[in-house]
């Protein structure tokens, strides 16, 4: 293989010796520094299914690298498993752990001056993390996605990680048995990889595809199953012709790719999480992006795919049914996919779909053709008004009637709200406003699983609003807006909302709305007095500090104009 920049900087000069040496001790001979040097991003670990299986995808990619000539360097990123630290503080790493991902994976690629990077990773945040990273460092990168769960079963239905959330509600409205609740708790998950459903981890690997940073068909493969270990393999193969070419990140994720990535997202239904994930993606890789970008692609592009949360099936049936290559292909059919864009392999996204049916096939339900969309815009509604003047997120498919308006029931910690559900103290017709949970409030916008799912199997998941300054699972549904921004711990019209008050949410009208008059919420206002820091000190005191508002990605990796205009010099 030829030299390049990186392998360069090891090789050449007398100086580099000790540089070398060290090499020398992970038994590199002296031929090896003229090869690629690859680093590995690894998210094994056995804190969750969803990462418990990756080791043998990067032995994979390993064993890929090295044949091709390369070197391979393997380096561990960490996770948080959003299911189970979901309802406890351990949600609030969540979000930040995927700045934390990122920051790993440009430390250790530029650390270490690697010369290209497969980044492999599984639960909901190393998708993001990664990319993320990738679109900083800008160096040759493909993203590997550890693979998704088959779906759990029990008496005869299907079951993901979200029907043990939802059980808790039907079992304690005494619409379920002790053998079912303890049966679904024990059968939901029956394997490694991520949660079944289109929730936050199949949503941001299946829109991966689309961005042209991930083969296709790769993001509905089970973790378990062999095709997923020849598409690691495939996929380090890749990267090392990316390496060859020098094909980067930037010249993949661009305006336009990012539209054809939030349109799959819209057709499958996707998670109201890539909202903030996009959002972060965008401006790691320096492109234009606004909150309101999703709003346009929202009203052009259909949901066409019957999947979890609001539908009936799971990922591993979408890739039985053609997966994410053929959905695509309806969107570029349709005029909906912008064809030309790059992809990792070196071809367009139109050259890749190239030998892919233009229409899905008739013995399946999965996947629908455009003239028989499920709904006729996309699911992820930007709703604006007094109480969300910088924009909230609503999904507002699988519901019959996507307006409410009733009053509040103000709670500032899940745990509460959650109390007061399953106790029956929130009635038809309720909002609830769970508030000082954004990203600097929460602190790290903690997703709001638990009381979702209990509504649901309460059966008020359409008669009872929930508006909050945090996040969602991917896996939730219902009348339910998140994201809200301006957050309450920055003053935001969400802190100045009092028990009783009227809110109208309104999918329609895209209106997020306190029914208070404008002189009593300055009044308001005036008297509200910010709350302590709940973190001092630690991951999460630094993630309070540094993060972005809601609406431009709750992440640090920014910098405001106005703090930019007081620290850099005019000359500059």
């Excluded at 990462?51 to 091709?68: H, M, Y």
């Excluded at 498993?81 to 430390?107: A, F, N, P, Q």
Aim: charged letters at 20%.
């Amino acid at each position: 293989m030829p030299h390049n920049r990186r392998s360069q900087n090891i090789t050449q000069g007398v100086a580099r010796a000790p540089n070398r040496s060290m090499y020398y001790a992970l038994g590199y001979k002296k031929e090896d520094f003229d090869k690629p040097m690859i680093g590995i991003a690894n998210g094994h670990s056995t804190i969750t299914p969803c990462n418990a299986g990756l080791q043998r995808l990067t032995d994979a990619a390993v064993s890929a690298i090295t044949s091709t000539g390369a070197n391979a360097q393997t380096f561990g990123t960490p996770t948080i498993s959003d299911g189970m630290s979901m309802g406890t503080e351990g949600m609030k790493y969540s979000l930040v752990s995927r700045e934390v991902i990122s920051d790993c994976i440009e430390t250790c690629v530029q650390g270490q001056w690697m010369d290209g990077v497969v980044v492999i990773g599984g639960c909901d945040k190393n998708m993001p993390g990664g990319i993320m990273a990738l679109a900083r460092i800008n160096v040759p990168g493909i993203y590997v996605y550890g693979g998704t769960i088959r779906p759990g079963n029990w008496k005869g239905k299907d079951l993901t990680i979200v029907s043990s959330f939802e059980a808790v509600g039907e079992f304690t409205a005494g619409r379920m048995t002790q053998e079912d609740f303890e049966g679904i708790e024990r059968n939901a998950c029956p394997s490694t990889g991520s949660c079944g459903g289109m929730y936050t981890a199949n949503t941001m690997s299946s829109s991966f595809e689309a961005l042209g940073m991930s083969l296709l068909y790769s993001s509905t493969m089970a973790n378990p199953d062999d095709e997923k270990i020849a598409s690691a393999g495939a996929s380090a193969r890749v990267l090392i012709q990316a390496v060859q070419n020098d094909l980067k990140p930037r010249d993949i994720i661009t305006r336009q790719s990012i539209e054809n990535a939030i349109s799959l997202i819209m057709a499958t239904g996707g998670s109201t999480n890539a909202v903030l994930h996009y959002l972060a993606i965008a401006r790691a890789a320096e492109v234009q992006w606004s909150i309101n970008d999703f709003e346009r692609i929202r009203k052009r592009v259909p949901v066409i795919c019957n999947l979890k949360p609001s539908g009936q099936y799971v990922a591993t049936d979408l890739h039985q049914a053609g997966g994410i290559p053929q959905v695509l292909k309806i969107l570029l059919e349709a005029d909906l996919l912008h064809g030309g864009c790059l992809t990792i392999t070196g071809k367009t996204i139109s050259e890749e779909l190239r030998n892919v049916p233009g229409q899905p096939r008739n013995d399946q339900q999965v996947i629908f053709p455009i003239n028989k969309a499920l709904y006729s815009e996309g699911h992820l509604a930007i709703l604006k008004g007094n109480l969300a003047e910088s924009g909230a997120v609503a999904k507002i498919t699988g519901l019959k009637n996507p307006t409410i308006t009733g009053p509040a029931r103000i709670f500032s910690n899940e745990q509460s709200a959650l109390k007061a559900i399953l106790s029956d103290q929130i009635k038809a017709g309720d909002i609830i406003v769970l508030r000082y949970l954004g990203p600097k409030g929460g602190p790290g916008m903690p997703e709001m699983l638990a009381p979702t799912s209990a509504l649901i199997g309460k059966g008020l998941g359409e008669s009872v609003g929930l508006v909050t300054d945090g996040r969602f699972s991917g896996g939730t549904w219902g009348m339910v807006v998140g994201h809200v921004s301006p957050e309450a711990f920055v003053g935001g019209t969400i802190a100045l909302v009092q028990e009783g008050d009227l809110i109208t949410i309104d999918a329609y009208k895209l209106l997020l709305q306190l029914n208070v008059d404008a002189t009593e919420l300055a009044r308001r206002r005036t008297a509200w007095v910010q709350p302590k820091p709940r973190y001092t000190r630690g991951v999460l005191a630094k993630y309070a500090e540094l993060a972005s508002p809601a609406d431009k990605g709750a992440t640090t990796d920014w910098i405001d104009k106005d703090v930019l205009d007081i620290y850099v010099p005019k000359s500059v």
